[in-house]
């Protein structure tokens, strides 16, 4: 387990001023340590952080604070994910000190998928607090050391504070202001959905830098790469708030029968070199979908190894 003083590895990454380098596992439907090691275990030395997602698309997994430890058994950094969706504060702010207890160091503030969206849409939600107070409640927890109801803890959660952006749900115009709504709530790093319309990207970027918010915050743009042409026209109909241009879902026609997935990888290469150097952009997070074995290579060919030794 890690020593539970040193602090978080993204956070000392992208305060040296490197571009960060994250990555994401979704735990799995089960109790398969094998399972789970399998999709993490490509990322080790390759990424700064790990994100665990939280049952995501409110879909039964395992804990995202348990696959984190496991995570961390196996020398790799976790950025431990919660919604809102699944629990009160009593909960919330229990497994927030617990995950601490464990050595987890960042930790990503979300709403949660809606519980229609999953396998057990009869469950009952919880949005005891949404995404916004549950960053606020997390700054709170650390920097004055006080639960919510202003309570002393005994030991605060020193926590990297991480949120995410969609920079392209409707109205477009709004979606720079509810960014700088999280950071100002106590938001230390932001994560965006997956981007594909690189020029309504820049646009937002260019909305967020000169209102200053980089400066604030570090952002840190989401890649996925498609893999099919089916992938990216479901993405394009069927993902609220996602944005496919038909001109990327033509190049990959175009690639040819055997070719989509290289088509795919290479696209999302361009864009991180893009990325690199975007200004306001200050690291990439490659959420590589049931694809984290072709992980090392898109590092390796994106220029993002080796990664910084803090």
Known sequence: MSDLRSGSNLEKVLKAGHFAFTGECGPPKGAN?????EKFMPLKDIVD???ITDN???VVRMSSWAASTILIQN????????VCRDRNRLAIQSDILGVYAMGVRNMLCLSGDHQSFGNHPQAKNVYDIDSMQLIALVKKMRDEGKFMNDEEIDGPPR???GAASNPFADPFEFRVYRLAMKIAAGADFIQTQCIY???KFREFMKMAVDMGLHEKCHILAGVTPMKSVGMAQYMAKSVPGMDVPEALIQRLRDAGKGKVAEEGIKFAIEQIEEFKEMEGVAGVHLMAIEWEHRVPEIAERAGMLPRPKI
């Open 33 to 37: 340590l094998e399972h789970l090691k």
């Open 49 to 51: 952080a790990v994100n």
């Open 56 to 58: 995501q698309t409110a």
């Open 75 to 82: 020398g790799l950094e976790p950025n431990f994910q919660m």
């Open 159 to 161: 926590l990297f504070i």
């Open 197 to 199: 319309n690189m020029k």
